[in-house]
């Protein structure tokens, strides 16, 4: 199984590391305060290990499981740590209001992110459009991919499977800005026509 660096201690970090230590992946915790990624990394097995802050991540799969509003600061303090890894984006950069993205027309917040890492680092944009207490649940969801490299949208793919995920590739990363908007739409169905976060989208073929 694959070693998978997760940068966060939120809930869905909490989620992925859960599904993916569950799945049999050797999994490393990374946060900005140690006591967090510790107390994640105990819920776990003890195959489960923490990382430091800023080093270089042990995945070759890195999950940057932060806020958007963090995530600059993040891939800065990272910097050529990440060079050469398969960098898998889960933000959703909506405005605080909800009143839209805020990232610059015609561009993604992964696109962003992919602008700042080092060359060799590739971007693959995933689980935006799951929340974290519905992976955290268990069972068969969709998670839709999108990414340029097609050996990282493949390794990623593997991975969201083994998971127990139904992974779905929508295309380049130009594709990363759609799903962000799905993200944001699915916020806003939550909070308003469906009137509950208990929800998931997912694709019906035939």
């Known amino acids: 199984m694959s070693i ?24 490393e915790v990374v946060s900005r305060d140690p006591a967090k990624a510790r107390a994640l ?3 776990l097995t003890d195959k489960v290990t923490t990382g430091t802050y800023g ?26 740590t990440l ?7 889960i933000t959703n950069p909506v405005a605080p209001d ?22 060799g680092a590739h ?3 995933a689980f935006n459009t799951v929340f974290g207490h519905v992976l955290a ?10 990414a340029d490299d097609a050996q990282a949208k493949a390794r990623v793919s593997a991975f969201v499977e083994s998971l127990g995920l139904r992974p779905f590739d929508v295309g380049g990363l130009q594709m990363a800005h759609a799903l962000e908007a799905l993200g944001l739409m699915m916020i806003g169905l939550a909070k308003n026509g469906a009137g509950t976060w208990d929800l998931a989208m997912n694709v019906k073929i035939g």
Do not use: Q, W
């Open 137 to 146: 649940r268990g069972g068969c969801l969709d998670a839709f991919i999108a």
């Open 55 to 80: 080093a270089p991540p042990a995945g070759d799969i890195v999950i940057l499981a932060v806020p958007y509003s963090g995530l600059s600061a993040v891939v800065a303090d990272f910097g050529n």
């Open 41 to 43: 990394a105990d819920k």
């Open 83 to 89: 060079d050469g890894k398969v960098i898998v984006d």
């Open 123 to 125: 971007v693959v944009k």
């Open 4 to 27: 998978i660096s997760i940068i966060g201690s939120g809930s869905m970090a909490a989620a992925i590391a859960g599904r993916a230590d569950r799945a049999g992946h050797n999994v």
């Open 98 to 119: 909800l009143s839209g993205l805020v990232t610059p027309h015609g561009s993604s917040g992964a696109r962003e992110t992919a602008s700042s890492l080092p060359s």
